[in-house]
């Protein structure tokens, strides 16, 4: 029963389309330059993910000599974060930068080409993706949207929240309210937690006003940079629900095959340039912004206690498992 529940929730809104007043439009060209938008799910220029996001449509602008151009709208400049995924699929931007976790409710397996709970490292699922056979599952699952999605960068393995109470068992997490998503979300729903999918700009307010009481977002580059520090005093670490979430570039097909070929390719070399170079800002900006956090603002830094760390990578294989079991592709 409990399982059906859980395909039957994350199921809701699967044919959702985008709810803006903005109208699809067709890909500028003038003077043989083509003019892409290009949608993300965080700020502008955010460190790490907003920079990765500019670098890329730098990157495609440089290689191709000012033929293809890419214009970068940060979170709710064009359409709201969440619904970049049907912006993309209906054409009103070319391509989004993103974070595949967060539409599971089109399809669980979604989760795969981001990051299960007590899943992969981000060299395991590159491996996975480039050489394991999970582009082509990727290559199939996005399909049925319209979309072509290519790894353009990993936020590496996250912290495990910020936190306005101790958790020193499991019995913790019970009436937590918390912003956290993917399927670590349905983990945390069955140790008792209440989860909200909240999008980045908006954890700080919610976390100041009451509207969550912990909140999970990325690591302390991130997270020193959202200001989460100033709302939750505890800092755990690391996660077993997001070891570390891929952020593909994902280009709208139709858009992407009416390229000649030599803009697919550098739409290709640049998102798998920016694969590494997140990675490297990231851990770079994260052994940086800890000491801040720990030596200027006094955070508490904390690691799960291992009967902790143990009942949620139980409870994260029984999800993932029930997931595998959705369809045939799920199961492949």
């Known amino acids: 029963m409990r399982r059906r529940s859980f395909l039957k929730t994350i199921g809701i809104g699967a044919g959702a389309a985008v709810t803006s007043n903005i109208k699809q439009s067709a890909p500028a060209i003038a003077s043989n330059r083509i003019e892409w938008k290009m949608v993300t799910l965080w700020p502008k220029m955010f460190p790490g993910l907003g920079t990765g996001s500019q670098r890329i449509a730098d990157a495609i602008k440089n290689m191709s000599n000012e033929k293809l151009i890419i214009k970068v709208y940060g979170a709710g400049e064009l359409v709201p974060a969440y619904e970049a995924f049907d912006a993309v699929r209906e054409g009103i931007a070319e391509c989004m930068h993103e974070a595949p976790y967060i539409w599971v409710a089109k399809h669980p397996a979604m989760a795969f080409f981001c990051g299960v709970p007590g899943g992969l490292t981000p060299l395991e699922h590159n491996a996975w993706i480039y050489n394991g056979g999970g582009q082509k599952l990727w290559d199939e699952l996005y399909g049925k949207f319209g979309l072509q999605g290519f790894l353009a960068g990993n936020s590496g393995t996250n912290m495990g929240g910020w936190y306005n109470r101790e958790i020193n068992s499991l019995e913790d997490f019970k009436g937590l309210r918390m912003r956290i998503p993917g399927l ?108 801040v956090l720990v030596n200027r603002f006094d955070v508490e830094l904390r690691h799960f206690p291992e009967e902790v760390s143990r009942g949620l990578f139980e409870v994260s294989h029984e999800v993932v498992a029930e997931v595998a079991e959705t369809d045939d592709l799920s199961r492949r």
């Open 184 to 291: 670590g979300a349905e983990v945390l729903t069955r140790l008792g937690s209440i989860t909200m999918n909240i999008p980045g700009g908006e954890i700080l307010p919610a976390l100041q006003s009451g509207v969550v009481d912990a909140a999970e977002w990325i690591a302390p580059y991130a997270d020193l940079a959202l200001g989460l520090h100033k709302a939750a005093k505890y800092y755990y670490g690391p996660s077993i629900l997001e070891p570390g979430p891929a952020n593909p570039l994902t280009v709208n097909q139709e858009s992407y095959m009416a390229l000649p070929n030599d803009l697919r390719a550098i739409v290709r070399q640049a998102a798998g340039h920016e694969t590494a170079r997140m990675t490297a800002e990231i851990d770079y900006g994260n052994s940086q912004a800890l000491k």
